[in-house]
């Protein structure tokens, strides 16, 4: 996974990238945890995610956020991490420019960014969101969802209240022309530690069943 340096809106990005199997793969873009409470790229939920993607054959990166290894800037609520992610799907697309399509996948604080980003960009067509952060953060741009996805809650998370996801699905669920799957880890806390396999069991059953539906 070839290390590489972007530039980014306030200075440049640092981040991980495996090339995608042929040159027309889909590319994948994984965003990480709060910077504030030492999120970055080599979070194990980011790591995971990463990895799931690039052994499908995707295009697949992951960076750390402005002010995050050695990715310059400083940490900016939200609306700079934003870009940031904006400028890494630029880079991604940049170097294939012959992809079939694009996906989004973010856990907690990344899986928030990666939400605004798909508002933005019509060509993501597929996010998986890890313990979106719905209590702390105003998901209500989703209106309405331009892509399907797949939410994923730790059942027994003790940052991200399970009824505030559960009633953000519930509201994506509503839309008649997407289709939102939405699991629960029983248990496991928001950091997966000890689930982190059945985490990943999830988001493989829905990769598969995305990818043979095309």
């Known amino acids: 996974m070839p290390e590489i340096i972007f530039n980014g809106p306030s200075g440049?990005?640092?981040?991980?990238y495996q090339?995608?199997?042929?040159?027309?793969?889909?590319v994948a873009l994984i965003l990480h945890?709060?910077?504030?409470?030492?999120?970055?790229?080599?979070n194990k939920v980011a790591y995971y995610l990463y990895h799931a993607f690039a052994h499908r054959g995707f295009a697949t990166m992951r960076f750390n956020f402005r002010g995050v290894g050695r990715s310059q800037g400083e940490y900016d609520s939200g609306i700079g991490?934003?870009?940031?992610?904006?400028?890494?799907?630029?880079?991604?697309?940049?170097m294939n420019a012959n992809s079939t399509g694009s996906w989004v996948a973010g856990?907690?604080?990344?899986?928030?960014?990666?939400?605004?980003?798909?508002?933005?960009?019509?060509?993501?067509?597929?996010?998986?969101?890890?313990?979106?952060?719905?209590?702390h953060y105003d998901f209500s741009f989703l209106a309405p969802c331009p892509s399907s996805g797949l939410i994923i809650e730790a059942g027994s998370?003790?940052?991200?209240t399970p009824p505030a996801i559960e009633k953000l699905v519930e509201k994506l669920?509503?839309?008649?022309?997407?289709?939102?799957?939405?699991?629960?880890?029983?248990?496991?806390?928001?950091?997966f530690e000890q689930d982190l396999n059945l985490l990943m069991a999830s988001v493989n059953t829905y990769?598969?069943?995305?990818?043979?539906?095309g």
């Open 12 to 16: 440049r990005l640092e981040g991980r």
């Open 19 to 26: 090339p995608g199997k042929s040159e027309t793969s889909p």
């Open 33 to 42: 945890p709060h910077p504030q409470y030492g999120g970055n790229m080599d």
């Open 81 to 94: 991490e934003l870009s940031d992610a904006a400028s890494a799907l630029d880079w991604l697309q940049s």
């Open 107 to 135: 856990f907690s604080f990344g899986a928030w960014i990666g939400m605004q980003l798909l508002m933005r960009r019509p060509e993501i067509k597929g996010f998986i969101s890890v313990a979106p952060p719905a209590n």
């Open 157 to 160: 998370d003790d940052l991200v």
């Open 173 to 191: 669920q509503a839309q008649k022309s997407i289709e939102v799957d939405y699991d629960i880890i029983e248990g496991a806390k928001h950091f």
């Open 207 to 213: 990769l598969n069943k995305r990818l043979v539906q």
